[in-house]
């Protein structure tokens, strides 16, 4: 299958090893870049129809044609935001014409640093770094966003200016006139065109200076401007998705996008795309070759959403409006805000003041699940009233909620999924597949989390771990080159405290061997096979993607040099068969069959360019690792280097063959 317009890219077993590799991303890829890419594709288009509508008898027809759309009985709104505080510089400019936005490998939004770098336009420093590059810097002195009375964004605009004195002339009436009539003919947030009953204007000036305008459209604009930031108190943004083509990633607003009508699961916009996707060569590459795979996987849709929780129907549907169900629940702060794309204050997300902020923010003393609250809601107790009955380990959900007091209509299981999951895998499927470990005898476990991601930014609802196994002294070691390089060597020490409910200590500590209920914390900042630690009794990776970071390429046959228990999580049954075709190339080893995770997160992932069931944690699979030769030697790991200024560990010229397999299936392409 394709991705993009590029010449030959496809699935895994033929290719494995950087973003493009892995056709469907959904559940990786940041949010934010998905919803930028939406935003880039519907203002090309915009640019483009405006520039076609120039000259008096082409206005007079598309008024004509806009007056005979169909009214939207909801209130439509036109927010004029001014913006004095962030700027930007493109390293690039020229890169944008014609193409996509910036980069289809970026998952995150540090992945575009080398594309765009934000900063606050009130840091003389920041301004003079900028001139002296030969860059300018500019910024969006206003903004236009329209959207409905719910929050729908249906289209926007901006002015430029550039803070060397350059600005962009064209006067904000006539720009607002060109988005209202474009959002008429072309909404953003899909939906048939159409035009408002009623607009409001959330500035004066431009209030009065449309009402004229309008009226010519058959728009009533209202009696005054609109005076706060929603015409409602409640008013939020809803979670904005639309969906694309999977080969030309044409967006449904340029035109109608259907499911394969075999398996249901990959989304096209023509017969030719696909007929293109179906007929790729390698025939292992092509849509041919996984349909039937992809109907299985679509299959499962409602076994996955079999949850028991009172919200289980909104948010398993592929119209989870999470934004909504957030913002109507209060869950805006704490761990919560990394849940949502709106919540980015102070730094906007963008890594401004990054400097000055605390690496692990939420690791200080007090109740560890105090990020967990929700506003004006009340925390989870650090410890229940009774401890877990001895050999009785918890097998759902609706278990767990029971023994902790907590109501089946709490979300907390979306952020208690990455504990949960790991205590299923030790009290449960450990001992099943490695009964030799006696690992439910063990008076202390020590847990490598390799490749951390976003588990690091919920770190202590980890705490949980010590409530539910309060006879064991746990200690997890999070692994990962995307970790705070502050971080890097550093370890904590959390403890019961009566007082406090968790003490906080840095510092390394000698482990207890049960009977205490603690938890060890330590980070390693550099990627799994150049860590210099003792042998773990566990490796737990969350929703891995080793198809995503060439760091698998070392870090898979470490584990297999290791042979200690490893298990990862996945996102979906598609992730889990990239990741088996990447472990064979990696290791010549394999992976166990895919488990449904019963501790999986309830809220759906939706996809852009696909309709299949995504859920964080949603399959847990094990390693399986290749027979050991009789002359097999456990190698040490290699020494760990000091971490570079730019962060990148990896050589120049590593692993060049092992690429050059992995892009072929370590098979000669025919």
């Not at 007079?60 to 909801?74: F, G, I, M, N, Y």
């Not at 944008?96 to 934000?118: H, K, N, P, W």
């Not at 449960?428 to 470990?437: D, G, K, S, V, Y």
Request: net charge positive.
């Amino acid at each position: 299958m394709s991705q993009g317009n590029r010449g030959d890219p496809g699935y895994l077993p033929s290719k494995v090893g950087r973003a493009s590799d892995m056709e469907f991303v959904t559940g990786y890829r940041a949010e934010i870049l998905d919803f930028a890419e939406l935003l880039f594709g519907w203002y090309r288009r915009f640019l483009l129809d405006s520039a076609c509508h120039g000259g008096s008898e082409r206005r007079k027809r598309q008024e004509a044609s806009l007056r005979r759309l169909p009214a939207d009985p909801a209130l439509w709104v036109l927010h004029v935001l001014a913006n004095r505080a962030l700027a930007f510089t493109v390293a690039d400019p020229g890169q944008q014409v014609g193409g996509r936005f910036y980069s289809e490998e970026a998952l995150a939004l540090r992945d575009l640093d080398r594309f765009i770098t934000f900063v606050s336009a009130g840091e003389e420093e920041e301004t003079t770094a900028a001139t002296e590059a030969a860059q300018p810097l500019w910024r969006v002195d206003h903004l236009l966003l329209l959207t409905d009375e719910h929050g729908a964004i249906l289209g926007f605009d901006f002015s430029l200016g550039g803070l060397s004195g350059a600005s962009e002339a064209e006067p904000l009436v006539a720009r607002a006139l060109t988005l209202l009539c474009h959002s008429m003919a072309c909404p953003l947030g899909a939906g048939e065109p159409r035009r408002p009953k009623t607009l409001t204007v959330g500035d004066p000036t431009l209030h009065k200076s449309l009402e004229p305008l309008l009226s010519r459209l058959g728009v009533k604009v209202g009696k005054g401007p609109m005076r706060g930031w929603g015409p409602k108190p409640s008013f939020t943004f809803p979670t904005t998705r639309v969906r694309a083509c999977h080969v030309c990633k044409r967006h449904s607003f340029e035109g109608q996008v259907t499911a394969c009508q075999h398996c249901q699961a990959v989304l096209y916009c023509s017969e030719r795309c696909r007929k293109l996707d179906w007929n790729r060569s390698p025939e292992d590459i092509g849509h041919q070759f996984w349909c039937q795979r992809m109907a299985g996987y679509m299959s499962r849709s409602q076994e996955l959403a079999n949850l028991p929780f009172t919200f289980t129907t909104e948010v398993t549907s592929e119209n989870f409006n999470k934004e909504g169900f957030l913002s109507a629940r209060g869950l805006t702060r704490g761990y919560w805000a990394g849940e949502s794309m709106l919540v980015r204050a102070p730094n906007y997300g963008v890594g401004l003041l990054s400097g000055a902020e605390e690496p692990a923010a939420f690791l200080h003393s007090g109740n560890p699940f105090e990020a967990l609250r929700p506003e004006g809601g009340t925390a989870l107790s650090p410890a229940p009233s009774e401890p877990p009955a001895p050999r009785m380990f918890f097998g759902s959900w609706k278990e767990y909620y029971q023994w902790r007091g907590l109501p089946l209509g709490a979300p907390l299981a979306v952020l208690l999924s990455y504990p949960l999951t790991m205590y299923y895998i030790i009290t449960q499927l450990a001992p099943q597949h490695f009964p030799e470990l006696n690992i439910l005898n063990k008076q202390s476990l020590r847990i490598h989390v390799v490749e951390a991601g976003k588990e690091f930014g919920v770190l202590m609802v980890f705490w949980e771990l010590s409530v539910l196994l309060p006879h064991v002294s746990l200690e997890l070691l999070f692994v990962g080159d995307q970790l705070p390089r502050a971080l890097d060597g550093q370890h904590f020490l959390l403890q019961r405290d009566e007082e406090q409910g968790v003490s906080v200590r840095s510092g390394l500590a000698a482990r207890s061997k049960g009977g205490r209920r603690e938890l060890q914390l330590g980070f390693s900042a550099r990627p799994y096979h150049l860590l210099q630690a003792p042998k773990p009794d566990l490796v737990i990776g969350f929703n891995s993607g080793f198809a995503l970071k060439e760091t698998w390429l070392s870090s898979l046959p470490r584990l297999q040099s290791l042979r200690v228990p490893a298990y990862f999580t996945e996102c979906s049954e598609y992730s889990c068969a990239v990741d088996e075709a990447a472990v064979s190339v990696a290791t010549g080893g394999s992976a166990s069959p895919a488990h449904m995770n019963p501790f999986r997160s309830p809220f759906r992932q939706a996809g852009i360019d696909n309709a299949m069931p995504w859920y964080a944690n949603a399959f847990i699979f094990h390693l399986i690792y290749k027979a050991a030769s009789n002359n097999h030697r456990h190698l040490p790991a290699p020494p760990s280097p000091p971490l570079p200024a730019n962060g990148n560990q990896e050589p120049a010229r590593s692993r060049r063959k092992e690429k050059r397999q992995i892009r072929t299936g370590g098979r000669r392409r025919k």
